[in-house]
């Protein structure tokens, strides 16, 4: 059963606007920034009034909150959640979604899914006993989502999804996005967009893994998706323990591996020797390069006070949308986010450096030739002369069929050095290329 939850496109609306008494009563540390989407902040409205509710009663109770003692068994339907974009008939929500090509802009459509995502787990992570205190949960990947067609901003849109398995800690919550064709058939709303988050769960007081409730899947798609993520779980378990572990094939792998550097490394080195007579369809990583660099607000931050997750694929993917836009020469066409990895958080006050490139090219289907960019965000830390990677995105892109039948051709990416040809190689093996 859907939990619909109420988006206020402007503020002073009715019907579930939040009004200025509302907030003024919130303690400040449930306050998120001010910055955010209007679907985002309905859904950190509603989620910081379980937070409230649950500090109020607690105080009333007296005494300091203690951790959860005894897990709970929750179903997928319990932590079920849905948002409607009312683009058909809210002109100003349509205008805050729209893009200079009338159509959704992904970047705020990421901030949204990974605000949908971060609610639906403090739903399934709640015992709602006053007493308990909250877990402070996190971010920790996204997997691949895959955009089956161009959203449109002038037919309303749905997000909704669940818990679909959890670990010791960890939780995943598959989101589907749909929306209704334009021809109004409302017996069908085909899925446009399905995302994989994971989530982490920590005590809120002294930071560490903290165990979250168990899943009980009901239906037999529930059942299927709990199989799936399971299986997904073990293989990742097993990857990082053979890699942890001693390998028995060690120079056999290594002779692999020398093989497919040398082979991408060829033509960079003909870049550097011999530029005069380098091949004319390929260009080197390093000149695909672009950068941005920001101080992160303190509108920017989450109900935990760090900078949101949401707002750094946000300003990821806008990144990464430039990066093919400038190596294609015409406009890019989002087709999936590969992978994300939160790595470390970001706080207010911090200088967050992203880099971007476009890491390889997949041109072997002339139809859908294809453009990853990887965009990597530091945190940088002048005084200490430090800098450290706090987020890796990557992306996937395609040009238009008109673009392709007007002649447009995609180059080749090469790496210069070894370091990048190493690079490359890992990233195509994380996605199965060179199986």
């Known amino acids: 059963m859907d939990s619909p939850i109420k988006v206020v496109s402007h503020i002073g609306g009715g019907g579930g606007a939040i009004g200025a008494g509302k907030s003024a009563r919130k303690p400040l540390s449930l306050w998120p920034g001010m910055y955010h989407s209007p679907v985002t902040n309905a859904l950190w409205e509603a989620r910081s009034s379980i937070f409230e509710w649950m500090m109020d009663a607690g105080a009333a109770a007296g005494g300091p909150q203690q951790p959860q003692t005894e897990l709970l068994t929750k179903t997928p339907a319990q932590s079920r959640t849905s948002i409607v974009y009312k683009f058909a008939t809210d002109d100003i929500l349509r205008e805050q979604y729209r893009d200079p090509w009338n159509e959704v802009r992904i970047g705020m459509l990421l901030e949204d899914l990974d605000a949908l995502a971060g609610t639906i787990v403090v739903k399934h992570c709640s015992d709602e006993d006053s007493t308990t205190r909250p877990l402070l949960v996190v971010t920790a990947s996204v997997d691949k989502m895959v955009l089956k067609k161009p959203l449109r901003v002038d037919t309303d849109l749905k997000i909704a999804g669940a818990v679909t398995y959890v670990g010791r800690s960890s939780i995943d919550i598959q989101i589907e996005v749909t929306q209704v064709d334009q021809d109004g058939d409302m017996h069908s709303e085909p899925v446009v967009l ?54 028995e094939n060690v120079i056999h792998k290594l002779s692999n591996e020398a093989e497919r550097l040398n082979v991408l490394l060829t033509e960079g080195r003909v870049f550097s020797d011999l530029p005069a007579l380098a091949d004319r369809d390929s260009i080197l990583m390093k000149d695909t390069r672009l950068e941005n660099s920001l101080i992160c607000q303190p509108q920017q931050r989450n109900l935990h006070g760090r900078i949101f997750g949401g707002f750094l694929m946000h300003r990821a993917f806008e990144l990464a949308f430039s990066t093919a836009y400038a190596f294609v020469g015409q406009r890019p066409c989002f087709l999936e986010v590969d992978h994300v990895d939160f790595l470390k958080p970001v706080d207010v006050g911090d200088f967050l450096r992203f880099k971007s490139c476009v890491l390889y090219t997949q041109l072997h289907n002339p139809e859908q030739p294809l453009v990853n960019v990887e965009v990597v965000a530091h945190v940088t830390r002048p005084e200490l002369r430090r800098s450290e990677v706090s987020n890796t995105f990557h992306f996937t892109f395609t040009v238009s069929s008109d673009a392709l039948k007007n002649g447009l051709k995609i180059r080749h990416v090469v790496p210069s050095t070894e370091e990048e040809a190493r690079h490359i190689v890992e990233r195509m093996d994380a996605e199965g290329l060179f199986d």
Request: net charge positive; proline share 4%; charged share 35%.
């Open 194 to 247: 399905t995302a994989n988050f994971t989530f982490v769960a920590r005590d809120s007081m002294n930071g560490k893994s903290a165990p979250v409730n168990r899943l009980s899947p009901e239906t037999e798609k529930e059942k299927q998706l709990f199989g799936e993520r399971e299986a997904w779980d073990k293989l990742r378990k097993r990857k990082r323990q053979e890699q942890s572990g001693i390998f």
